[in-house]
């Protein structure tokens, strides 16, 4: 069984940054895809980004193209993602997600394990 713990999330200003961690159980992190995914207050979750296994394939949704950029650190068991130039509209609780299939996916239901979620809020 995975464990996911996501950290990082907190209040930031509109064009401010906050870098999200997530911290994976086991053994084997270095074999699966990771992905973030966002879920603003009354809406469905939605696809931000996701890496390779190996780190040198990413995806990007177009809402966070060229502000956030996802990472990831094998050795620490950790997927990160920097949030660079945050708006209002990136207000959402962020969830990062595990992917046990061999394509790196964008959509939801391609990931099998989830954190518990942290809570972004950008306001002034």
């Known amino acids: 069984q995975v464990q996911l713990v996501e950290s990082g999330g907190g209040l930031a200003q509109p064009g401010g940054s906050l870098r999200l961690s997530c911290a994976a159980s086991g053994r084997t992190f270095s074999a699966y895809n990771m992905g973030w995914f966002y879920q603003a207050p009354g809406k469905d979750r939605e696809f931000v980004a996701a890496?390779?296994?190996?780190?040198?394939?990413?995806y990007y949704g177009n809402s966070v193209k060229g502000r956030f950029t996802i990472s990831r650190d094998n050795a620490k068991n950790t997927v990160y993602l920097q949030m660079n130039g945050l708006k209002p509209e990136d207000t959402a609780v962020y969830y990062c997600a595990l992917d046990r299939s061999v394509p790196l996916h964008t959509i939801l239901s391609a990931y099998e394990y989830w954190g518990q979620g942290t809570q972004v809020t950008v306001s002034s």
């Open positions: 890496i390779s296994r190996n780190g040198y394939t990413q």
